[in-house]
């Protein structure tokens, strides 16, 4: 298994434009999210998905969208950049009753 | 919402040594308490977890406690090595474990 793949492992934007991160698990987790991490700030929130077709929303979903449209993959949105959005995102996927989350090694992103 | 506040932000102790890195947690009905480790470049991975109806777990050098009451928990390494080396996240779910809300690190560094 490869467990939980991102791509693009580094991308820089200009402030305005649109990207996809890519995020796939091969493990047939139902539940998979997005995470921002910031320095000193921690990983938060931004979407989670419990299943194929169901999405919500994290604690920082502003600028972000997403959906769901099979188990394996849970691709993230940028339709406009904005600087506050350089950081380093993590996908996550995990299995109910294994209580572990399985992070990819995330995708470094710099707006200019 | 949740909200989990993590310390020391940094932490450097010598070889053998213990270490102990302690979160406090806001919302009662949090119920499952996990801890990452990330290694530079890296995503997060699971090295212990707690649910509320267990006071005390441990894994070889690494142990975690839970204070309901106080609504704060610790993990503890003890005999600690280089590669120990890392920054670690305490975090907090009141669900299923799917949405976590982190605390804001703490960076140990072991010297030999």
């Known amino acids: 298994n490869a467990g939980v793949t991102q791509t693009p492992k580094f991308q820089v934007l200009k402030t305005g434009q649109s990207m996809t991160l890519q995020c796939a698990q091969d493990m047939n987790h139902e539940y998979m999210s997005w995470y921002r991490q910031d320095p000193g700030m921690g990983l938060r929130l931004i979407h989670y998905?419990?299943?194929?077709?169901?999405?919500d929303q994290g604690e920082v979903p502003n600028g972000y969208n997403v959906s769901r449209s099979t188990t394996e993959d849970f691709p993230l949105r940028l339709l406009s950049a904005a600087p506050s959005q350089t950081s380093v995102y993590f996908c996550?996927?995990?299995?109910?009753?294994?209580?572990?989350?399985?992070f990819g090694p995330g995708t470094r992103l710099t707006v200019l | 919402g949740e909200n989990v506040e993590q310390h020391p932000s940094t932490l450097s102790v010598q070889e053998g040594d213990s270490a102990v890195i302690k979160c406090t947690y806001s919302d009662s009905a949090s119920n499952y308490f996990p801890w990452y480790k990330q290694e530079l470049g890296k995503g997060p991975q699971l090295i212990i977890d707690i649910r509320s109806n267990v006071g005390e777990k441990k894994d070889q050098r690494i142990a975690v406690t839970l204070n309901k009451t106080a609504k704060h928990f610790s993990l503890h390494i003890t005999e600690t090595q280089p590669e120990d080396s890392a920054v670690y996240f305490c975090?907090?779910?009141?669900?299923?474990?799917?949405?976590?809300?982190f605390g804001k690190g703490t960076s140990l560094l072991v010297t030999p």
């Open positions: 996550a996927s995990y299995l109910p009753g294994a209580d572990t989350q399985y």
């Open positions: 975090a907090a779910s009141s669900g299923s474990g799917y949405a976590l809300n």
């Open positions: 998905s419990v299943g194929a077709g169901i999405t």
